[in-house]
């Protein structure tokens, strides 16, 4: 079964939930190799956990994939230098099983996300932001047609409010992150 | 060494000192984490995204390297960038143990 959803960057722990209350109904993930798209399998309902870790540079990627699998985690095709892993579980064991062990590791995981992603996005975002202004001018001095400008007015806008939320999600993880006890 | 990876690693995180230490001979990831749960009796756990996470940044700030692959399997060792940190480390923990003891240092 073909699902699409919708999770931001900082949206993982959400999406892990997601995943593991598919699995209870007996929906496996076997990929999500596009933005979005997930590609499910139907098998007998399981408890699995998903979990996500973070490596944009591929040989990180490589590597990091490695040391899961030795651990027992199953790597299933993700996008975006996110790695997801699953493994099967009972419910008392679950503290156990948890790949992050420290704060300090977790909080690691959620600024590499910010570092390679979310702020090369709001460089993106200032871009966009001065191409519009830059538009603003044109359109002012009757250089272009009130289309291009309210295209590129209306795409700053999008992309700047999910960029917004993006970091106020990200702030509101690593509170959790802090609050949490390792 | 720089100053900043000084202050950056000292005091070392639980991970981190188990790491260097038993990297003063050549290990994988997997086997430091089995080793770290024996010697500690199942007190410190290094599961994979811990160790990982800890392994790619104490490698990128120089105070492990790798010294090529066994099978899949990438093989680590300590260097003496890394040493010195222990060595300071180790120094600094006997003192907090003889000081919590109301020993002074000798």
């Known amino acids: ?182 | 060494m720089t100053r900043s990876v000084l202050d950056k690693y000292i005091p070392l995180s639980e991970p981190a000192f188990y790491i260097l230490y038993f990297l003063q001979q050549e290990d994988h990831g997997y086997s430091i984490a089995q080793k770290t749960r024996d010697l500690t009796r199942n007190e410190v756990l290094l599961p994979a995204g811990t160790m990982y996470g800890a392994l790619a940044k104490m490698e990128k700030d120089g105070l492990i390297r790798t010294t090529g692959n066994v099978g899949k399997r990438k093989m680590y060792i300590i260097t003496d960038a890394g040493k010195q940190i222990l060595e300071k480390e180790k120094k600094r923990i006997e003192r907090l143990y003889k000081n919590s003891k109301g020993e002074p240092v000798c």
Not at chain 1, 125 to 143: E, I, Q, V
């Open chain 1, 1 to 182: 079964m073909l699902k699409f959803r919708f999770f931001t960057l900082a949206q993982y722990k959400q999406e892990e939930q997601w995943l593991e209350s598919m699995a209870k109904k007996g929906w496996i993930l076997s990929s999500s190799k596009y933005p979005f798209v997930y590609l499910f399998q139907k098998e007998q309902p399981k408890d699995m956990l998903y979990r996500f870790d973070f490596f944009s540079h591929p040989t990180n990627a490589d590597e990091c994939i490695h040391l899961y699998e030795e651990y027992g985690w199953k790597n299933i095709p993700s996008v975006n230098g996110f790695l997801l892993f699953c493994k099967p579980v009972s419910v008392n064991d679950r503290k156990e099983l948890e790949p992050f062990s420290t704060t300090q590791s977790r909080e690691e995981m959620a600024e590499r996300i910010v570092h390679a992603r979310l702020v090369p996005l709001t460089w993106v975002t200032g871009l966009m932001f001065l191409l519009t202004l830059y538009t603003a001018f044109r359109f002012a001095a009757g250089a272009v047609e009130l289309d291009s400008l309210v295209i590129s007015a209306v795409s700053f806008t999008v992309v700047g409010i999910l960029v917004l939320s993006c970091w106020i999600q990200m702030y509101h993880l690593q509170k959790g992150i802090q609050n949490t006890e390792s």
